[in-house]
């Protein structure tokens, strides 16, 4: 099991993003169970823990019980991926807020997000590097991310970019984005995880 960082723009520790074999592979059951066993017992306290999960996992009785277990443990925000067709506001509210996973590709198109933004239940949209680095290289498409990071913000979620690969990406992000945007990736990794 890996756990991928997400810290604030000062590089001040947020959560991690919980990332199993299990889950890949669909077996979100058992994925959730080696959570509960080998890593929410020790998890950082005051972080947050991302779960990826598909939606059609919120339906089932079984997990959600394992998901509420998991939140004894830890302050859990569940990464609804884009694999599956879904309806943002027809998913059940289990008192554990959403995250809107890989905004802008499969699923997560932005039909999906603009559902997710009316939803009480979803309070973060992940953006996809295959959406922001094509915005960040010209001046009409950093307009668009900005504007498109003040709406979510506006919609009271908080923006995480996901696959944040290098320095340069990082401070475009950050001078182009709201305050409270979070981000994650490999240069996150290398260039925060020494220091927390």
């Known amino acids: 099991m890996k ?3 997400i810290v604030d723009r000062w590089g ?9 074999q ?9 994925a959730i169970t080696r959570i509960i066993k080998e890593i929410a017992p020790y998890f950082r306290k005051g972080a947050k823990m991302f779960v990826n999960l598909p939606p059609s996992a919120l339906f089932v009785e079984e997990i959600v019980e394992l998901l509420h277990k998991l939140k004894s443990y830890a302050d859990v925000v569940i990464e609804i991926i884009e694999t599956e067709r879904f309806d943002p506001l027809s998913l059940p509210d289990i008192g554990i807020p959403y995250a809107l996973d890989d905004c802008g590709t499969g699923y997560a198109s932005l039909c999906v997000l603009l559902k997710a933004l009316e939803s009480k239940a979803f309070k973060y949209v992940k953006i996809d590097r295959t959406i922001f680095t094509r915005l960040i290289r010209k001046r009409e498409g950093r307009k668009f991310l900005l504007a498109l990071c003040t709406v979510i913000r506006e919609s009271g979620k908080r923006v995480i970019f996901e696959k944040v690969e290098s320095k340069e990406e990082f401070y475009q992000l950050v001078f182009l984005s709201p305050e409270e945007s979070l981000f994650q990736g490999f240069y996150i990794e290398r260039t925060f995880r020494k220091v927390l």
């Open 3 to 5: 756990k991928e960082l």
């Open 22 to 30: 299990e889950g890949k592979e669909g077996n979100d059951k058992e």
């Open 12 to 20: 001040n520790l947020y959560g991690f993003e919980i990332l199993t």
